[in-house]
């Protein structure tokens, strides 16, 4: 497929409206093309950043109810002076202006009797988490297990890895919520396995889908890496390394 094609179809393949054959040629071409790949994560990372502040934003019931008032009192506006489908819907207009604006008014701003925000979990693409495997203070060392624990907000659950050392532990400076753990194989330094770990959610993969060892993984590639993602019992785990993806898989049949 051209770039041309493609563009098109990737919200189409975001919201998985897309038939399976023309699914697998998007993401074959994406695979391939820098620039559709780098529009792609554009995507992913925007949406993601706007459902985030979506469910990090609390609306309180008084708003709501004025906007409902509103909207009600168009339509019976509409029935007693019988508007014309095509006019303009002002009062819908000015309760979208208010919703919008209240999403946009900061939290201090707000009045100080309404209750706090739920947090919501932030998500990371696997592309994003490759890109920062090799950079410098990309994860903050911290070998004690508990505290590790404590950090990242939840009870970390360790695979079965028995040929693999680790090497390191510790945060995902980006996202605290996502550990990553480094392992080399039987002292080998040049065969080296990056696990990330993050409650169920917030890891998103694009790439093939197959099922293995009854998981559901998610198999890609990008910049020399071979990842391989899946969710088990609450977590989501991505596994990264340079070694083949039979070798990848045959890690996962025994994770």
Request: aromatic share 8%; proline share 5%; charged share 25%.
């Amino acid at each position: 497929m051209k770039c041309s094609e493609v563009r098109p179809l990737l919200d189409l393949l975001y919201d998985e409206l897309l038939e399976t054959k023309d699914s697998a040629l998007v993401l074959d071409h994406i695979k391939n093309c820098n620039q559709c790949r780098s529009e792609w994560e554009a995507m992913e990372e925007l949406r993601t950043r706007i459902a985030a502040a979506r469910s990090n934003t609390f609306v309180p019931s008084e708003l709501m109810e004025k906007v409902s008032l509103s909207l009600k009192n168009e339509d019976q506006s509409k029935r007693i002076f019988g508007l014309l489908p095509q006019q303009i819907p002002l009062v819908s207009i000015a309760a979208s202006i208010l919703l919008v604006a209240w999403f946009l008014v900061p939290q201090f701003l707000r009045p100080s009797h309404l209750p706090e925000s739920l947090s919501a979990t932030p998500t990371s693409t696997a592309q994003k988490l490759i890109a920062d495997l090799t950079a410098d203070g990309a994860v903050t060392p911290e070998p004690d297990k508990q505290k590790l624990d404590k950090r990242v907000g939840y009870d970390l659950k360790y695979v079965h890895l028995p040929s693999w050392k680790l090497q390191q532990s510790g945060i995902y400076l980006a996202q605290a919520n996502i550990a990553r753990f480094d392992f080399v194989r039987d002292g080998n330094s040049d065969q080296r396995l990056s696990c990330y770990q993050a409650p169920e959610g917030t890891i998103k993969a694009v790439g093939n889908a197959q099922e293995l060892a009854g998981k559901q993984v998610t198999f890609g590639n990008q910049s020399g890496y071979q990842f391989a993602k899946w969710t088990q019992n609450g977590r989501d785990y991505l596994f990264v390394t340079k070694l083949p993806q039979p070798v990848l898989e045959e890690i996962i049949r025994g994770a």
